[in-house]
């Protein structure tokens, strides 16, 4: 359950990273 949000989490800064660089 907690594995699951913590990925999610990830996912969406490594996207908002790529999208500010």
Same mark, same amino acid.
């Given at each position: 359950?907690?594995?699951t949000l913590f %990925? @999610? %989490?990830m996912a969406f800064? @490594?996207?908002s990273v790529q999208s500010m660089v």
């Open positions: 359950m907690f594995s %990925i @999610l %989490i800064q @490594l996207k």
